[in-house]
C-alpha cells in the first residue's frame, strides 16, 4: 500500500508543478500585456495518513508523538500580483495610466467590467472605448454648461465630437495695473509766450502764434495768439481757445498790450503785464496764459511758445478686445487722465466702425497707501451698441476693490494699465480634448477657451484578488471581492490618472525564469518518485514467479 502512496504522492506533485509551470508560461506569455498583473502559484501539503497516535506521558514512562504519512500535495493558491507597473509614454491623449489601486470601469452589454489598461479610443459615436472588444468606459458627462454633476452615478462616457461654442458676450472686464503717483496733471497749466516783435511793424500788421493744449481727460485744443499793431509800442493782443473741430472753446478776447521804451511788455488792458487765467470748467480747461516773456525791438519777428515744459500730456491707456453677442470681436480701450493729486478720470471709447458707447467716464480716487478710495460711479458700467446685428449689452468695469491692491492702484511705479479677464468668447468648434490627472475630459475650442465635458471615474475593491479575469485585460466581480467603491480620481480612490502613457505589465523576468528551474527540478524529482516506485512495484510482482 505505501508503494501505491508514494506512487500517488508523485503524480499530485507532477500535476501540481505542472500548473505552476502553467501559471509562469501565462506570465512570461504577457510581459507585454499593458496592464496586466502576474500570477503566482502556492501548494500545501495534502491530507496525512496517521499509523499511530501519539500519547501522553505518565508517572513511569514518557510521551509519544503521532505517526502520519503523507498523501501527496495540491494547490494551495492562485494569487495575483497588483503591484504597480511602469509607465510607457505614449503621446496618445486617450491612452491613460493609472497610479495607485483603482481600475477603470467598463461596460459592455448592460455587464460591468474592470480594467487596469488604458488603451482607450474614441468610436465615430464619441464613445470613449475599449477597441478591443467595444466595452464603454463609464463615468459623468458634464451639463452643456462645463459642469460634471457629484456623485458617483455611471454613464457612458460620449463626447460630441462635432461640438460648439456658441457666443458670449462680455459682460465683464477686469483691470489691473498701476497709475504712477508721481505723474504730472493731464491737463495743460502753463502756456508761455516767448520771442520778439518787430518794433518797425506797420500799424495792422500782426503776427500770429499757435499752440496746442490739452484738458482734464487729454483732450487736443488750439489756442491761438494774435498781436495786431494798432500804435507806437501799442497792439492789440487777441487770444481764443478752439477743439479739435474748430469750434471755439474760449471765444476770442482782445486786450491791450504795451511795451515801454526797454521793449518789454509793460501793461494789459491798463494794468501791470500778468499771466492771464483761461478757464473753461466744462471743458475741464484751466491754464495761464503768460505774455509777459514777449519783447519789442528791432530784431525780426520770432513769436513762439511752450507748453507745460513741452512735456507730454499724463494719457494712461489699456485695450482689451471684447465680444458681442454674436461674437464679433472689438476694441474696447480705457483711457486714464490725472485730474489732481491722488484723482484720476476714467474714460472708454470703442472705434466708430465697432459702434456705440454711453455712459463712458468716471472718476477714481486714491488713498495714500495707493490703494482705492472711492469709484464713480461706484459700479463702472458702459452700455454697449455694436454694429452688426448684436444686441446691446452692458459691460461692468472692475477696477478693482475698494481699499484693495488686486485691482488698479496708485503708487511710485511707472504707470501700465491692462485688462486682467474678460468673460466673452466668439463661437467656436471643438478642436481637441485634453485629460487630467483626476479624470476630467477638458475640451479644448478654437477661440482658445477650454469647457469640462466629462470625468472617467475608478473602482477601488476591498479584495481585489477576489476579481475574475475574463480576457481582454478585464475582470469581473465574484463572490469574495467585494462591492466596487466608485469614486473620482484623486483622493476619494487614492489613484490618479496619467494621460498619454499606459501601464506595462507587472511580471519580472528573471523572477519567472527562476520558478521555472524550479518547477522543472520539482516535475523532474516528482517523476523520479513515480519511476521508483513503479521499479519497486516490479520487483514485488516478480515474487510470485
Known amino acids: 500500500m505505501s508503494l501505491i502512496n508514494s506512487l500517488f504522492s508523485g503524480v499530485s506533485g507532477l500535476r501540481n508543478h505542472q500548473t505552476m509551470m502553467d501559471v509562469v508560461g501565462n506570465n512570461i506569455a504577457n510581459v507585454n500585456s499593458i496592464g496586466y498583473k502576474g500570477s503566482r502559484v502556492t501548494f500545501a501539503d495534502a491530507f496525512n495518513q496517521v499509523l499511530r497516535y501519539g500519547s501522553n506521558s505518565t508517572t513511569n514512562s514518557g510521551g509519544t508523538n503521532t505517526f502520519q504519512l503523507g498523501l501527496g500535495m495540491k494547490i494551495n493558491s492562485i494569487d495575483r500580483n497588483w503591484s504597480q507597473g511602469t509607465f510607457e509614454g505614449t503621446g496618445i491623449t486617450t491612452d491613460l495610466a493609472l497610479e495607485g489601486d483603482g481600475l477603470f470601469v467598463l ?99 500782426s503776427v500770429t502764434d499757435t499752440n496746442t493744449v490739452y484738458d482734464n481727460w487729454g483732450r487736443k485744443y488750439t489756442f491761438t495768439v494774435t498781436y495786431e499793431k494798432t500804435a507806437a509800442d501799442t497792439y492789440n493782443l487777441t487770444y481764443n481757445l ?96 490725472k485730474t489732481s493729486a491722488n484723482n484720476w478720470y476714467w474714460k472708454a471709447s470703442v472705434p466708430s466702425s465697432s459702434g456705440t458707447l454711453t455712459d463712458t467716464s468716471g472718476s477714481i480716487q486714491f ?95 476591498n479584495n481585489t484578488n477576489g476579481l475574475v479575469s475574463v480576457g481582454d485585460n478585464m475582470y469581473s466581480i465574484s463572490a469574495n471581492a467585494g462591492e466596487p467603491l466608485v469614486g473620482e480620481p484623486g483622493q476619494s480612490t487614492g489613484t490618479t490618472i496619467q494621460s498619454g502613457a499606459l501601464e506595462q505589465s507587472n511580471v519580472d523576468l528573471s523572477e519567472e525564469f527562476t520558478k521555472m528551474i524550479v518547477a522543472q527540478r520539482g516535475f523532474q524529482a516528482n517523476a523520479r518518485v513515480v519511476t521508483v516506485s513503479d521499479s519497486l512495484l516490479q520487483e514485488v510482482t516478480n515474487l510470485v514467479r
Open 367 to 461: 488713498d495714500t497707501d495707493g490703494s482705492i478710495l472711492s469709484i464713480s460711479p461706484s459700479t463702472p458700467t458702459v452700455h454697449f451698441n455694436p454694429t452688426g446685428g448684436a444686441s446691446g449689452q452692458d459691460v461692468v468695469l472692475n477696477f478693482g476693490k475698494i481699499g484693495g491692491f488686486d485691482g488698479i492702484t496708485q503708487t511710485s511705479s511707472d504707470s501700465v494699465v491692462s485688462a486682467l479677464t474678460q468673460d466673452g468668447s466668439a463661437s467656436a468648434n471643438l478642436s481637441n480634448i485634453n485629460i487630467d490627472q483626476y479624470g476630467n475630459i477638458v475640451g479644448v475650442f478654437t477661440n482658445g477657451q477650454s469647457q469640462k465635458l466629462a470625468q472617467i471615474l475608478l473602482a477601488t475593491f
Open 242 to 337: 478752439a477743439n479739435s473741430d474748430g469750434n471755439p472753446v474760449v471765444a476770442a478776447t482782445t486786450v491791450e498790450a504795451v511795451f515801454d521804451a526797454s521793449g518789454n511788455l509793460s501793461t494789459i488792458n491798463g494794468a501791470a503785464a500778468a499771466p492771464i487765467n483761461i478757464n473753461s470748467s466744462t471743458e475741464g480747461i484751466n491754464f495761464d496764459f503768460d505774455p509777459t516773456s514777449v519783447t519789442q525791438t528791432s530784431s525780426s519777428n520770432t513769436l513762439s511758445s511752450t507748453v507745460d515744459e513741452n512735456r507730454d500730456p499724463t494719457i494712461i491707456s489699456g485695450t482689451v478686445t471684447i465680444y458681442d453677442s454674436l461674437g464679433t470681436s472689438h476694441s474696447l480701450t480705457i483711457q486714464f487722465t
Open 107 to 205: 461596460e459592455n452589454n448592460g455587464e460591468k467590467f474592470y480594467s487596469r489598461a488604458g488603451a482607450f479610443v474614441f468610436d465615430s459615436d464619441g464613445k470613449l472605448v475599449n477597441p478591443q472588444n467595444g466595452a464603454i468606459v463609464q463615468g459623468k458627462v458634464a451639463t452643456a454648461d462645463g459642469v460634471v454633476p457629484p456623485g458617483n452615478n455611471l454613464e457612458d462616457i460620449q463626447i460630441d465630437t462635432q461640438m460648439k461654442l456658441p457666443a458670449v458676450g462680455t459682460s465683464e472686464v477686469t483691470w489691473g495695473g498701476n497709475l504712477q503717483s508721481a505723474s504730472t496733471l493731464t491737463r495743460s497749466e502753463d502756456f508761455i509766450e516767448n520771442g520778439n516783435l518787430n518794433s518797425a511793424m506797420a500799424v495792422g500788421e
